[in-house]
């Protein structure tokens, strides 16, 4: 009798185990597909990407880790974020570069400045980022698009280095290192205007652009002239601001007779292959900084035509190595 107990109490015993392991295995089953086959979650976008408005009022959605970027005239903040292009700006047949950049973009190649769609499909990108609006514009766009993501800034943004570089940051997820390459740049421009004032007190200056058919100077607040005036605390010669008061190009063209009022304590001037014969010219001897020696050139290498981080630290660091001995 008491053996029969004992076999009824290891049956139930057993049943008892056998039912809760099934009922542990149906709890770790996945759940039933609500209306959708297994293969729906798999295409579904990853959670990473995320949707962002651009200059043009599109909607853009940028891919969580993109690793083929075009950003044509954009490496400068590209590079700044630590980010390579899979191609670089280019003009005449990739003979005309940033040079300033060769080092940086060593074996990128070229791309036409006009972006054509065959060359863009070419480089097959999983992002565009284009600066002007100009170039993304009418159905230019939705061809970029259809090749890839497409983040137009603007042009607003576009023409601030500062604001483009924020943007990008936020485009690329790399806010963060957006605002510290800004707060390292200020605190470089501020440690070289107390320098400069130091060594010299407080001078002015001007940017001139010579090339073999016209003379051009930097725009008060643009390009190089932003550096020379607001970074480094230069004063603005009277005809650089008159002549930065019309117009919107970086550099304004400048004739002869204007420039022998130019009344600088320095020149910085940009030099291009056959310009001498202008510089030649007796006007430019008559000038005060000339006949001082104040005068520092630079070749097409350096950065001065250019903005951004990369390119505006070079230009101090052409300052500097000019006025402080």
Same mark, same amino acid.
Request: aromatic letters at 6%; glycine letters at 10%.
């Given at each position: 009798m008491h053996r029969r107990k004992s076999t009824k109490y290891l049956i139930l015993l057993t049943?008892?185990?056998? %039912?809760? %392991? !099934?009922i542990s295995a149906c709890g770790n089953?996945? $759940?039933? #597909?609500?209306?959708? @086959?297994?293969? *729906? +979650?798999? $295409?579904?976008?990853? @959670? $990473? *990407?995320? =949707?962002?408005?651009?200059?043009?009022?599109?909607t853009v959605t940028i891919p969580a880790n993109p690793q083929r970027i075009i950003a044509s005239y954009l490496e400068d903040p590209l590079l700044t974020l630590g980010v390579k292009p899979v191609a670089q700006w280019s003009v005449a047949n990739g003979s005309g570069v940033q040079d300033y950049l060769k080092d940086k973009l060593n074996g990128i190649p070229t791309i036409p400045s006009e972006l054509p769609f065959?060359?863009?499909?070419?480089? #097959?990108?999983? %992002?565009?980022?284009?600066?002007?609006? &100009?170039?993304? @514009?009418?159905?230019?766009y939705n061809q970029y698009a259809k090749i890839a993501p497409t983040f137009v800034l603007g042009d607003?943004?576009? #023409?601030? !280095?500062?604001?483009?570089?924020? =943007?990008?940051?936020?485009?690329?997820?790399? +806010? =963060?290192?957006?605002?510290?390459a800004l707060n390292d740049?200020?605190?470089?421009?501020? *440690?070289?205007?107390?320098?400069?004032?130091? /060594?010299?007190?407080?001078?002015?200056?001007? /940017?001139? !652009?010579? +090339?073999?058919k016209a003379l051009y100077v930097v725009s008060e607040n643009l390009s190089s002239g932003a550096v020379l005036y607001k970074d480094l605390g230069f004063q603005v010669p009277a005809v650089v601001k008159e002549i930065s008061s019309s117009g919107t190009a970086n550099w304004r063209p400048i &004739?002869?007779?204007?420039l022998a009022t130019l009344d600088? *304590?320095?020149?910085?001037?940009?030099?291009? &292959?056959?310009?001498d014969q202008l510089l030649d010219d007796p006007v430019w001897k008559s000038i005060p900084a000339v006949k001082n020696g104040h005068v520092y050139s630079f070749d097409k290498t350096h950065s001065w035509l250019? @903005?951004?981080v990369i390119a505006n630290s070079q230009m101090i660091d052409d300052v500097l190595k000019s006025l402080i001995k």
């Open positions: 049943s008892v185990i056998c %039912l809760s %392991l !099934w089953q996945p $759940a039933p #597909n609500q209306g959708g @086959s297994p293969s *729906d +979650t798999a $295409a579904a976008p990853n @959670s $990473a *990407d995320r =949707k962002l408005t651009d200059g043009m009022g599109n065959e060359a863009v499909t070419g480089f #097959n990108p999983d %992002l565009m980022i284009v600066g002007s609006s &100009s170039s993304a @514009s009418g159905e230019k607003e943004i576009n #023409n601030d !280095w500062r604001q483009a570089l924020l =943007k990008i940051g936020e485009v690329l997820g790399k +806010t =963060k290192e957006a605002q510290q740049y200020d605190l470089k421009a501020k *440690d070289a205007k107390e320098k400069l004032q130091k /060594a010299n007190g407080t001078q002015s200056a001007a /940017a001139l !652009w010579a +090339t073999p &004739s002869m007779e204007r600088a *304590d320095h020149i910085f001037v940009i030099r291009q &292959s056959g310009e250019y @903005s951004g």
